[in-house]
């Protein structure tokens, strides 16, 4: 068992006469809808999406365990990404391996992993005997808070080349943590203005295929924690972080004008459908925008006989303009990273087509067959876009036959999630009775005692054992 991690016991209001000042700035705005999400009870539709992404995200988590992470070699240990023993390294460490299969959720429509951002961060601090309902909230809290101000941030953040977990990840987070450790709306506000300092991250690393995806996600959890804390404790942040003249919003270029209309959106967006039901689940170990040419590729392999295959002459993936442009998808030599090929478009269907699934350890460099199918693989762009990453393929045979097959996106219900446990989890070592029961375990989190039985089945299991241990 790792140590428990250090953090200050959860706070009630934070009081003062800041708690009396009337702001109307961006982090105001958004730590108003914290502090009211942690006072209201839980719509059932928000509860059932809340306990979906939970289980999807904890199983791929778990799925990575024992996986090789870059930096984490026995010789060279990092300490706080192993041993995790305060409640920041905590939620570092577990966001680590909750990206590490590149499976955790994504938003598309501010292409977002909130609940790696979120989720780690949350159980961090989460006390044992937490309330589930309590604790969904929080999370559900982080949630629309990022994809309120994520929808709205990201073409400015696509503009400037950054990484909109980077950059809204951490504010997602101390959304989350001021939520759970119910913050009055002054220390949230706080929180979320202190995280604003936190965005960083840029797309580069997809188009070098180098490790910065994994520590931009895991630094947005612990960094977002850490705002959390240091405004529990009384520290300040500008009123103005996110619009100021000097804030967030200056920083991504943009202007006074549209500034003033994105704060003024705020409201409405956190007040519309709640973006935790929104969320895309990963069928696959690649990115987002992959998942559904990976599905239809899967598909379409299922109509082609070993024979078929060898005389395939081309092979067309149709994405929307904005995913085909997205660095790293259209990439035009063979990936030389783990991380290029999870980004590439044609790895992916090659990989499909080439063995009907794709496994993660397979996924690079793939085997000589997916290599050469690699080579008859086009990207374009044209598909009109779809909330989920849509896609199209076709494939030409040398016999004149064509084979063509879409999809709007791929759908991880709580079935599948439990299919998934099933396989990843053995095949990553983990007892397969603890595959089993975990949709159980969080279908059943709001029940009495709910939080404790599930982070007791993780019991032994580093570093999750040190979850909501308090």
Known sequence: MSAEPVA??????????????????????????????????????????????????LIVGLAAHGMPLPGLSESRALPWAERPVTAPDLAFATTLRMGARAQHDEHPRSVTHLGSAVTPAVLAVAPRDIDGERLLAAIAAGYQVGGALGVALLPHVRARGMRATGVVGPIASA????????????????????????????????????????????????????????????????TAAIEGRSGLLHALGVDAECGAAIVGALPGALGGEPVIAQMLLKAHPVCAINQAAVEV????????????????????????????????????????????AMMDARQGVAIALADGRVDAAALHPGSAEAQRLRALVDVVGGRPASAAHGAAIEIELADGRRLERASDGVEVDRARSARMALELLPAAGLPTELAEQLPALVDGIDGAGGVARLVDALDGIAPWEALCRR
Request: aromatic residues 4%; charged residues 25%.
């Open 8 to 57: 200050p016991p959860l706070a009630g209001a934070v009081s003062g006469d800041r708690a009396e000042q009337r702001a109307t700035g961006g982090a105001a705005i958004l730590a108003a809808h914290v502090a009211r999400s942690a006072r209201e009870r839980l719509g059932e539709p928000v509860r059932r999406a809340a306990k979906a992404v939970l289980l999807h995200n």
């Open 175 to 238: 959304a989350a943590v001021a939520a759970v450790m119910r913050l009055d709306a002054a220390a949230a506000s706080d929180a979320i203005a202190l995280a604003a300092n936190r965005a960083a991250g840029y797309t580069e690393v997809w188009l070098e295929g180098t490790d910065e995806w994994r520590l931009q996600t895991a630094a947005a959890a612990r960094d977002g924690l850490e705002s959390a804390l240091w405004a529990a404790g009384g520290a300040r942040g500008a």
């Open 297 to 340: 590729a899967i598909g379409l392999r299922r109509e082609l006989s070993d024979a078929d295959l060898s005389t395939v002459e081309r092979v067309v993936v149709r994405l929307s303009d904005a995913d085909a442009a997205y660095p790293g998808i259209d990439r035009a030599h063979p990936p030389s990273s783990w991380a290029q």
